[in-house]
């Protein structure tokens, strides 16, 4: 069986959407790599529930039953270290809205980063009421806000020039 250390983790980590995912991952992922070696058979899979989101165990899970090289520590050590860095290495694209958003929202958000923006881009998500509606983005440096809060600002700053100057 050919070894392909790096088309593993790309199986796993292009799964993750968001930072949390992402933190989530990272906090239970060497876990998961001491319970490979366990006598309990069930440790793996109580570990693979437990400490990592659905998102990233479901892919894990599948990689791990079908890489017989993970039962190998020294080739098993270079997979959890190359997704432990790949993991860390994924970008953020920042993004705060309004609401909690489900997971269909999170989905279609993170689909539309993938298409538009590439590959190896997560979401920071933060909920911030003050925006009422839109969003604002921050990337590599760029910052845009499309909010309705803004908006509802540049038009009352419309009409106060408008009024000011029919007063005048």
């Not at 001491?34 to 437990?50: F, G, I, T, V």
């Not at 997971?103 to 590439?118: F, I, N, P, Y």
Request: glycine share 4%.
């Amino acid at each position: 069986m050919r070894i392909s250390l790096k088309s593993d983790i790309e199986c796993v980590i292009k799964y993750i959407r968001t930072k949390n995912e992402r933190d989530l991952g990272l906090a239970g992922l060497r876990i998961v790599e001491e319970n490979l070696y366990r006598d309990d058979p069930r440790a793996l899979e109580r570990s693979l529930k437990s400490e990592l989101p659905a998102i990233l165990a479901r892919p894990l899970k599948d990689v791990l039953s079908r890489a017989s090289y993970v039962y190998e520590r020294e080739l098993s050590q270079k997979f959890f270290d190359g997704l432990e860095l790949a993991l860390t290495n994924l970008v953020l694209l920042r993004l705060e809205i309004a609401f909690e958003p489900t997971e269909s929202t999170v989905e279609r958000l993170h689909s539309w980063v993938r298409k538009e923006v590439g590959e190896g881009v997560i979401l920071d998500l933060e909920i911030r009421e003050e925006i009422r509606g839109g969003a604002r983005l921050t990337f590599k440096g760029r910052y845009i806000e499309k909010t309705l809060s803004n908006l509802i600002s540049a038009a009352l700053e419309n009409k106060r020039v408008e009024i000011s100057n029919i007063l005048s």
